[in-house]
């Protein structure tokens, strides 16, 4: 089964929904959801519930969809001349730039709501739902990723604090990649306890996320990571790179994959979870120094 191709298929039909409001909206939309990236929020998602031993269904994939939907928004978003003004995004112009601001901004708007109406009628049963549709919020609203972004803009042009970082990044990006990791769990109906771990593992993923992402910034070229490189060293934002230096960022990468994949393990001994496509995702996030 090739699960990016069924995750956009599920992006598509919710927007092939008729009768079209805008059409000039939806092309937008699209334009971002197909400028690439590597779906890696609903791939965790759908790599998890295997490994709790669960056949996918189409009612998962379109949670997948949903979440993807909303990182593609915070990715418009975040591309903004109010927020970090770029041209470019995955080796192309950035959505605004296409489209200008105020359909950018209304795009991803559009990402931001549809994705709750996507799991609502995902063929789920209702208890699932209503969890994962709150678990979405926190995830991606004022107690997650947004909040973590208005913190990432206050904490500009001043120096920050190890800690202060930690929060901003916690929030911004760390929410959003422990959902799949969480959500697999309520849906694979894990207990409380089991629940708190993957809460765990998915921070620890998260971290992991925004360190190698930091670190890329300052090593990688533009072809590598498809848009603007050294872009927050030459803002002189605070990164775990600037905080802590490059060898200690390679570190707390390495040691927040290690402490990631125990958790895993953990759960192969009391659900007879499958670790073994989850641990090949989360080591694909290593880096060499």
């Given amino acids: 089964m090739d699960k990016i191709k069924e995750i956009n298929q599920a992006i598509y039909r919710y927007y092939s929904?008729?009768?079209?409001?805008?059409?000039?909206?939806i092309a937008s939309i699209l334009y971002s959801v197909e400028s690439g990236g590597k779906r890696i929020r609903p791939l965790l998602f759908l790599e998890m519930l295997e490994g709790f031993g669960m056949d996918l269904t189409e009612g998962h994939f379109d949670v997948a969809a949903a979440l993807e939907m909303i990182?593609?928004?915070?990715?418009?978003?975040?591309?903004?001349?109010?927020m970090d003004d770029d041209d470019y995004r995955r080796g192309r112009l950035t959505n605004h730039?296409?489209?200008?601001e105020a359909t950018a901004i209304l795009?991803?708007?559009?990402?931001?709501?549809?994705?709750?109406?996507?799991?609502?009628?995902?063929?789920?049963?209702?208890?699932?739902?209503?969890?994962?549709?709150?678990?979405?919020s926190q995830a991606s609203g004022?107690?997650?990723?947004?909040?973590?972004?208005?913190?990432?803009?206050?904490?500009e042009e001043r120096q920050l604090e190890l800690t202060e970082l930690q929060a901003i990044h916690a929030n911004k990006t760390g929410k959003l990649l422990t959902f799949p990791i969480v959500a697999a769990g309520i849906v694979a109906n894990v207990s409380e306890v089991d629940l708190v771990r993957l809460h765990e593992?998915?921070?620890?993923?998260?971290?992991?996320?925004?360190?190698?992402?930091?670190?890329?910034?300052?090593?990688?070229?533009?072809?590598?990571i498809g848009k603007t490189p050294k872009k927050d060293l030459l803002a002189d934002k605070a990164t775990y790179p600037s905080l802590l230096g490059l060898e200690q960022s390679y570190d707390v990468l390495n040691?927040?994959?290690?402490?990631?994949?125990?958790?895993?393990?953990k759960l192969a001994e009391t659900q007879a979870f499958h670790t073994e496509k989850i641990t090949e995702m989360i080591e694909r996030l290593r880096l060499n120094a």
């Avoid at 004022?142 to 904490?155: I, S």
């Avoid at 593992?201 to 590598?224: M, P």
């Fill in 142 to 155: 004022t107690y997650g990723m947004v909040g973590g972004q208005m913190l990432d803009v206050e904490g």
């Fill in 97 to 100: 730039k296409k489209f200008g």
């Fill in 71 to 82: 990182h593609t928004g915070s990715l418009i978003h975040d591309d903004l001349p109010a």
């Fill in 17 to 25: 929904q008729k009768p079209q409001v805008s059409e000039d909206l």
């Fill in 201 to 224: 593992a998915g921070a620890l993923i998260g971290l992991a996320f925004q360190v190698r992402d930091d670190i890329l910034d300052v090593t990688a070229t533009f072809d590598e």
């Fill in 107 to 136: 795009a991803g708007d559009s990402l931001f709501l549809d994705p709750f109406g996507l799991v609502a009628n995902a063929e789920l049963a209702d208890k699932i739902k209503v969890q994962l549709i709150a678990e979405l």
């Fill in 255 to 265: 040691q927040s994959i290690d402490q990631a994949l125990a958790i895993f393990q």
